[in-house]
């Protein structure tokens, strides 16, 4: 079947370090990945995405890797600060099923001390 | 601030009763999606509408029912209410009608709904 996991929980960083987190998805016929951030009280934010045809993409403080071969994704966030701690989540787009629904990972909490 | 007005944010109803969530999509954008986001469950996917008509659909129970209206708001309707169905309900829009890049998907605040 179709899933989105991640890898760990919870990760825990230090003010200023950089941040990964990692997703693994089944489907290899996916074409399409997104983060999303959740702050609490919040409903989630688009922070980047990423088309199966790209292996890297950059925003700001923000880099998207996609590994096709793994099925792996991470999203690694520069000189995390406390303002990134939240939940992150991974989502992609299904091959069957239609292309107007998205297939959400489990979350990862990201907690930045000072 | 996403645009995407949802109300109301917190709803307290009793089982078997029926509640109606509403959302209100960014301006211009003509796709609504209705989310479930429960502890067990995660983030599922609903029903998606694009300009008046459904779209796609996903896990969502046959007790539950959208619509979306000429104006583009839409409501999702919840009868027969188990304890279970005790989540946060997001609302997301979006210009198009195909989640792809450059289609971003906007999420709402949520409407907090608990079965007592």
């Known amino acids: 079947g179709e899933s989105v996991g991640l890898h760990l929980p919870t990760l825990s960083v230090q003010e200023g370090d950089n941040s990964i987190i990692n997703c693994a998805y089944s489907?290899?016929?996916?074409?399409?990945f997104i983060w999303y951030k959740q702050e609490s009280g919040k409903g989630p934010q688009f922070i980047i995405d990423?088309?199966?045809?790209?292996d890297k993409r950059q925003g700001q403080r923000v880099t998207v890797l996609l590994n096709k071969t793994v099925k792996h994704l991470s999203l690694q966030i520069a000189a995390t600060q406390p303002g990134d701690s939240a939940v992150y989540f991974c989502?992609?787009?299904?091959?069957?099923?239609?292309?107007?629904?998205?297939?959400f990972g489990a979350g990862t909490r990201l907690a930045v001390h000072p | 601030d996403s645009g995407v007005t949802q109300t109301p944010k917190h709803l307290i109803t009793a089982t078997g009763q029926r509640v109606t969530l509403r959302c209100s999509p960014r301006s211009g954008d003509l796709s609504v999606y209705w989310y479930q986001q429960s502890l067990d469950q995660g983030l599922q996917f609903l029903i998606q509408?694009?300009?008046?008509?459904?779209?796609a659909k996903g896990n969502i129970l046959e007790r539950f029912s959208a619509q979306q209206f000429p104006d583009l708001h839409s409501e999702l309707n919840l009868s027969s209410l188990e304890l279970g169905d005790s989540a946060l309900y997001f609302c997301?829009?979006?210009?198009?009608?195909?989640?792809?890049?450059?289609?971003?998907?906007?999420f709402g605040e949520g409407s907090w709904l608990t079965v007592v």
């Open positions: 989502a992609h787009r299904p091959s069957s099923g239609g292309y107007n629904k998205l297939i």
């Open positions: 997301a829009s979006s210009v198009g009608g195909q989640t792809s890049s450059g289609n971003t998907i906007y």
């Open positions: 489907n290899s016929a996916s074409d399409y």
């Open positions: 509408y694009y300009n008046g008509e459904e779209r």
């Open positions: 990423i088309r199966s045809n790209m």
